[in-house]
């Protein structure tokens, strides 16, 4: 492992600096951007690349979530090696977000969209839409640590199956349970005592099926882009540490 590492110190970095319009788009103290960057420069760029992209996903720190939400303050106390000051990690904090908006400006989707989305909105959209069923303290604490940005946004546009199950209830013969398995013609349901039935259906068979994700389905025709950004940099900013 050492060897590797040092043998990747070695190796050129093609890097994509940040242009100076990029800099001063991100709106940042000019004197923190220079001591950030000279200071990036000298001890990370060997690992994380000039411009943070490194070379595989552990090192690339603009699609790292942590950085993505400011929150690298905590990880720079020890990581490299536990060596660096207060106000100097201040500055490295200033110098990841230049590289964050200089990546955003080149029109990059997936970075633009957690990074555009506001996310006071997203948590008054939350409280509107979302809170009936969930938490940002309970099922959701600590969503927007687990994820990256990208992945949470799907995870909450196409949830995975519930764990709770689809109920069911048909009539005739007027029975309901949980759902195990539709298709054009018949179903299978278990009902509240256990018992398992398949039962035909035909054009007069009335079926309500109660799918918990329903309110998930049924927001993708009202969503919009600026609400699906918001909810995103929302959700992102739910850490365990936020929620206790
Ligand atoms: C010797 C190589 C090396 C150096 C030097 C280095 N890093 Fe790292 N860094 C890594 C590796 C490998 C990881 C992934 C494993 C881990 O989290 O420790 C990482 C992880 C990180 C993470 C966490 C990313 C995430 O989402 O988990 C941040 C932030 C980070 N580095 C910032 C920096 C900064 C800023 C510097 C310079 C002060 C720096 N690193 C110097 C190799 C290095
Ligand atoms: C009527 C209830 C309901 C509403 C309203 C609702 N959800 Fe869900 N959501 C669910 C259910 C059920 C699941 C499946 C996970 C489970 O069973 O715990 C789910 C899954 C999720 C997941 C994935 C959780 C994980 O750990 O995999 C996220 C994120 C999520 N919802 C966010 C939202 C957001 C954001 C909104 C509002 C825009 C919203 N939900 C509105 C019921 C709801």
Not at 53 to 65: E, H, Q, V, Y
Not at 198 to 227: R, S
């Amino acid at each position: 492992m050492r060897f590797l590492l040092t043998f990747a110190l070695a190796l050129p970095m093609a890097a994509q600096l940040p242009s100076r319009a990029a800099i001063s788009a991100s709106n940042q103290d000019d004197e923190a951007v220079e001591r950030g960057s000279a200071l990036f420069a000298a001890r990370c760029a060997g690992c994380h690349g000039g411009a943070g992209r490194g070379t595989n996903p552990a090192t690339d720190l603009i699609r790292s979530a942590m950085v993505r939400r400011d929150q690298v303050a905590g990880k720079l106390t020890v990581h490299p090696d536990a060596s660096l000051a207060k106000s100097q990690i201040g500055d490295l904090g200033v110098w990841l977000r230049v590289l964050l908006v200089s990546v955003a400006g080149k029109g990059n989707q997936d970075f633009l969209e957690i990074l555009t989305g506001d996310r006071i909105k997203g948590q008054q959209y939350f409280g509107a839409h979302c809170a009936k069923c969930h938490s940002p303290e309970g099922d959701l604490a600590g969503i927007g640590e687990k994820y990256d940005p990208s992945v949470l946004q799907s995870l909450w546009l196409s949830p995975r199956r519930s764990k709770t199950p689809r109920t069911v209830s048909v009539t005739p013969p007027g029975v309901s349970g949980t759902l195990e398995r539709i298709d054009e013609f018949r179903l299978t349901l278990k009902e509240q005592s256990g018992t398992r039935r398949e039962i035909a259906l035909d054009d007069d068979t009335k079926v309500e099926i109660h799918d918990p994700l329903q309110a998930h389905y049924d927001l993708y025709p009202v969503l919009t882009d600026a609400d699906m950004h918001n909810v995103t940099a929302f959700l992102s900013t739910l850490t365990k540490e936020r929620s206790k």
